[in-house]
């Protein structure tokens, strides 16, 4: 088969660049389900961050492109925040047969350091992104460390994960509700902060945690 | 209505002509002006061709290679007018942009262009497969790939595009690259997307809406066509398989429902089909013994394999009643309407009125999709019908020409209960009244001929065929009269005013 001579020297290209901060690597000992790694870029949320993506051949390669998708959970306007799908032309109708799966994986490293938020694969991250850049990158920097770090073993935080405001979580918990059903009604209506001024926004997310019950 | 009749012939160039003998009256013609409609069929072939000489134009208005031309004018979508306007307005540019330009965009110039070969001693190494080959192509732009990984990219992309690049960067494959790659002309296959394209773009063109047809038919007059549509004249066509379409709807001729009655039959039945999913069963049990039955055939009149009891598939009552008068199942039935009402008489006025306009929706939905599902049946019996002549030719041994008859009667089977179908559309949007009763008079006569000739069609037996042969004429000359009076009854409701859309 043509295209596994072709992947085997791509996986040896890989191999010999000690340079790249990528790896590629069988995933069951089958060419055609892989495994690349990448290290988050510097100066993005996503620094010091190992992300793994699944890549799976297809029959047509490399006429057509690798699917590929994140098994790191990443928190980025182009990828699913729930199924780690990728939004990314070369995977799609760019793909030319000259490209590799290196290349690609280091377009995937590039797309960390340029998000194209006007063509989102997560419509709700890219509105987080487009409108509180800070609390964006926040967000995307506690899922670095909570997902893409080895030492990150810690309590996972539900409100920092979804860059919900905490002083606004604590706002709804004084008023008797849980944390649980707050984080999902504001999650729900997507709001990640509600401030003291905005009366009518507080009201209609008490509407909702009341309907709950 | 119109006197002059449209006379349709397969080969000439323009099929439009002024004919007024009346023995070439077509059916359904009243209502259709052919006159106004002036039309000419192509094949995809022949739409090709038209691509090519217009390519050969523009390549001497440009001075430029046909090849070049072509690549030009797929990437402009066929637009020629725009692209001489950019090309004139700046040509360095567009080549450029379309990766037209001979020279690389480092300057480099690249001689030896075009198929490659190599020998075992020093073979050509193909980054695309990552093999040795002996065998390369290498565009003007200097990126070089071993043959076979070409042509499954050429495969792959052929697909999905007008215009074909280099794998490496925006140069552009010319159909004489893509011809010699593939090795075939598979340029052919971009140049057959191109056609879908101009087709899609050309008010004047359109595809045959036939499933399976590539045809199209081309309107001389188009501006002519919203007049028509206006004045509820149906602007129908034949494409050169022969089939009858609307060219404004772009739907199958739905003669005699005029275009708005057409469309806003359409809709409603799409908005309201679950509701009505359960007609639509091809399956019903016999009123008198509950055995189930499958219906094979386009003919409505059943006759249950079990109990021998014989019914009408519509409203599965007994065909005794069907038989001696006219049709009945065509005429809704107020009084039933109104007595099943009356149980409803609690209710709200507004509740009433609902349910008399859905159950009368019903009924005519459930009639005209009836007619469809036996237009499907009777169409899989006219695609074997070659073979049901070859049969009666050879086992009754009668000549091709003398069982033609069989041909010649399936079509205007189909014809007929389709003009039959949309008359029940129209039916629905027409007020009750004088003018309606006598339309339903002529629509029931169409029924019940309609029904006459499919029974014919399930004769299986070929020596009966043969000899029944004056029954297929005779019923087939009735069933176009019928039709013509059902065109005719058509026309005079919708002028009477009783159209209420
Ligand atoms: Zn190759
Ligand atoms: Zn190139
Ligand atoms: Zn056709
Ligand atoms: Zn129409």
């Not at chain 1, 979580?169 to 001024?197: C, D, H, P, S, Y």
């Not at chain 2, 073979?123 to 990126?143: A, N, Q, R, T, V």
């Not at chain 2, 087939?476 to 009477?496: F, G, P």
């Amino acid at each position: 088969m043509a295209r596994f001579k072709r992947i085997l020297k791509e996986l040896d290209d890989v191999k010999n660049d000690k340079e790249a901060s990528i790896t590629l690597d069988m995933a069951d000992n089958e060419l055609n389900h892989l495994t690349g790694t990448f290290i988050g870029p510097p100066d993005t949320p996503y620094e010091g961050g190992k992300f793994v993506v699944d890549i799976k051949i297809p029959n047509e390669y490399p006429f057509k492109p690798p699917i590929m998708k994140f098994d790191t959970k990443v928190y980025h306007p182009n990828i699913s925040s729930v199924t780690g799908a990728i939004c990314l032309d070369i995977l799609k109708d760019a793909w030319t047969p000259i490209l590799t799966l290196k290349s690609s994986l280091i377009s995937l490293q590039s797309l960390f350091q340029s998000p194209e938020p006007n063509d989102p694969q997560d419509a709700e991250v890219a509105k987080h992104y487009l409108s509180d850049r800070e609390g964006f990158n926040k967000t995307a920097r506690y899922w670095t460390q909570i997902y893409a770090s080895d030492n990150g073993e810690r309590d996972v935080n539900d409100a920092e994960l979804y860059g919900i405001d905490q002083e606004t979580v604590t706002n709804f918990e004084t008023m008797g509700f849980t944390r649980e059903k707050i984080i999902e009604v504001l999650r729900r209506l997507g709001l990640k902060k509600v401030e003291a001024g905005e009366p009518r926004t507080e009201n209609k997310v008490i509407e909702e945690l009341l309907k709950e019950d | 209505m119109s006197d002059e009749e449209f006379e349709y012939t397969d080969d000439s160039d323009s099929l439009y002509s002024d004919s007024v003998d009346d023995d070439n009256f077509k059916i359904e013609d009243s209502l259709v002006k052919h006159d106004i409609v002036q039309y000419k069929q192509h094949t995809t072939r022949e739409m090709m061709e038209t691509l090519h000489k217009k390519c050969t134009k523009l390549s001497e208005v440009l001075g430029k290679p046909h090849d070049y031309v072509v690549t030009l004018l797929q990437s402009y979508k066929w637009n020629s007018e725009k692209l001489i306007e950019d090309y004139m307005d700046d040509p360095q540019d567009v080549e450029l942009r379309l990766g037209l330009s001979t020279v690389k965009l480092n300057g480099e110039h690249h001689e030896n262009t075009g198929l490659q070969t190599y020998t075992e001693e020093a073979p050509f190494s193909c980054f695309i497969c990552c093999e040795d080959k002996l065998e390369s192509y290498k565009l003007k732009c200097g990126h070089e790939f071993c043959l076979d990984c070409y042509r499954t990219y050429l495969n792959e992309k052929v697909k999905q595009a007008n215009v074909i690049k280099c794998p490496s960067c925006d140069v552009a494959l010319t159909p004489g690259d893509i011809d010699t790659i593939s090795g075939t002309n598979g340029s052919s296959v971009l140049l057959e997307n191109s056609i879908k394209e101009y087709v899609e773009r050309h008010k004047t063109y359109k595809w045959c809406p036939s499933p399976d047809c590539n045809a199209i038919v081309e309107v001389l007059n188009s501006s002519d066509i919203a007049h028509l549509v206006d004045t509820n004249q149906i602007p129908i066509v034949i494409c050169s398989n022969g089939h009858r379409f609307c060219f404004n709807c772009g739907f199958e001729s739905h003669v005699p429902a005029p275009c708005n009655v057409t469309k806003q039959w359409i809709n409603k039945c799409k908005d309201d089909s679950e509701t009505v999913k359960w007609i639509t069963t091809h399956t019903k049990t016999c009123p008198k013994c509950d055995t189930s039955i499958e219906k094979n055939g386009g003919c409505n009149h059943m006759t249950c394999r079990k109990c021998a009891y014989e019914f009408c598939w519509i409203c599965l009552g007994t065909w005794d009643n069907h038989n001696n008068q006219y049709y009945q199942c065509n005429r809704y039935q107020y009084e039933q309407a109104e007595k099943n009402n009356k149980s409803a008489k609690d209710k709200k006025l507004q509740d009433e009125a609902t349910k008399k306009s859905l159950q009368r929706y019903l009924h005519y939905y459930n009639l005209f999709n009836i007619h469809e599902i036996s237009t499907k049946q009777d169409k899989s019996r006219c695609d074997v019908v070659e073979n049901t002549v070859r049969e009666v030719q050879e086992g009754v041994g009668i000549s091709w020409i003398e069982a033609q008859f069989l041909v010649d009667s399936a079509s205007t089977l189909l014809n007929a209960r389709r003009v039959l179908k949309w008359s029940y559309a129209v039916a629905f949007y027409c007020d009750r009244g004088y003018s309606l009763d006598l339309f339903e008079t002529v629509q029931a006569g169409l029924a019940d001929a309609v029904e006459a000739l499919s029974l014919l069609f399930e004769i299986s037996d070929v020596e009966v065929i043969a000899k029944k042969k004056l029954n297929f004429l005779n019923a087939s000359k009735l069933l176009e009269d019928r039709q013509r009076a059902m065109v005719l009854a058509t026309e005079e409701t919708i002028n009477n005013g009783t159209l209420r859309l």
